[in-house]
C-alpha cells in the first residue's frame, strides 16, 4: 500500500520564522504517523498571491485552462490525502501570500462548481499562529471567526467535509495584551530558560493539535 500524503503548505516570508519551525515540527509528527510530505513553502517557491486574468474564473467555462503554475498546484492538491497550511495570523485572516494561493489555486471547477467536489474526501487542519494570548478581549471571536471562514467558507464549501481550524497563541516572544478598552500592551521579551520553555511549548501544542486530528 502507498503512504499517504500530507501538504504542509507554510505562508510565511522568513525561512526563520516561527510559522516555517512549527511547519517543520508538524510535518515531522505527520511523517512519524506514516505520511509522505509535501512541503509547499509557498514564499521559497516564489508563489504570487495576486490574481491574475489566466486565472480569474470563467463562469461560463468551469473547464477553463488555468495557469501553468497553478495547475501544478492543483496537482498537488489533488496528490494529498490530508491538506495542512501552517500561517500566522494577520488581522484576524489568513495572511495574503495564503489567501491568494487559495484564490488563484482552490479555483471554479477544480475546487468547486462541480456536482462532485474533486476535493472530496481529503482532510484538512488549518494552524493559525496568533501574537495574542487565549485570555485576550478578542481571542474568542478572533477563533470563530477564522473558524467561519476557513472551515465552512473554504474546505465544507470545497466539499471537505472533515476539517478543523486550530490557533496557537503567544506567538510571540513577548507578551501581548489587549484589554477591554483596546489598549494594547507588550510585556518584558523573554530571555534564557523562559524563553526555552515558552517556544516548547507551542511546539507541543502544536503537535498536540496534529495528533487528535490524526485521531
Ligand atoms: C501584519 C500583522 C498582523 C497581525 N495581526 C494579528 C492579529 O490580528 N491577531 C493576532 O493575534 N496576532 C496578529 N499578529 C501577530 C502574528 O500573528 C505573529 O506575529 C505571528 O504569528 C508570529 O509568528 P512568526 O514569528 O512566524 O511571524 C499580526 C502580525 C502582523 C505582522
Known sequence: MTAKTALVVVSHHRADSLTAHIGDVVAARLKEAGYA???????????????????QPDWDDRDKAYSPETRAHMERLLA??????????????????????????????????????????????????????EGDE???????NLDR?????????????DAAVEVLPDAEGEPQIVDAEGNFTKGEALTGEQRTAHY????????????????
Not at 509557498?42 to 486565472?55: I, K, N, Q, Y
Not at 494529498?80 to 495574503?96: E, Q
Not at 471562514?149 to 467535509?161: H, M, P, Q
Request: a neutral charge; aromatic letters at 14%.
Open 37 to 55: 510530505i509535501d512541503l509547499l513553502n509557498l514564499h521559497a517557491e516564489g508563489f504570487d498571491p495576486r490574481m491574475t486574468v489566466e486565472d
Open 80 to 133: 494529498a490525502d490530508v491538506i495542512l497550511p501552517v500561517f500566522p495570523v494577520y488581522w484576524n485572516s489568513p495572511p495574503a501570500l495564503l489567501k491568494g494561493w487559495i484564490d488563484r489555486v482552490w479555483n471554479y471547477g477544480f475546487a468547486y462548481g462541480r456536482s462532485k467536489p474533486k476535493l472530496a474526501g481529503k482532510r484538512m487542519l488549518w494552524l493559525g499562529l496568533a501574537g495574542a494570548a
Open 138 to 144: 478578542y481571542w474568542a471571536w478572533m477563533k470563530e
Open 149 to 161: 471562514v476557513l472551515r465552512d467558507g473554504i474546505s465544507f464549501y470545497t466539499g471537505i467535509t
Open 200 to 215: 516548547a511549548a507551542i511546539d507541543r501544542l502544536a503537535v498536540e493539535h496534529v495528533e487528535k486530528f490524526l485521531g
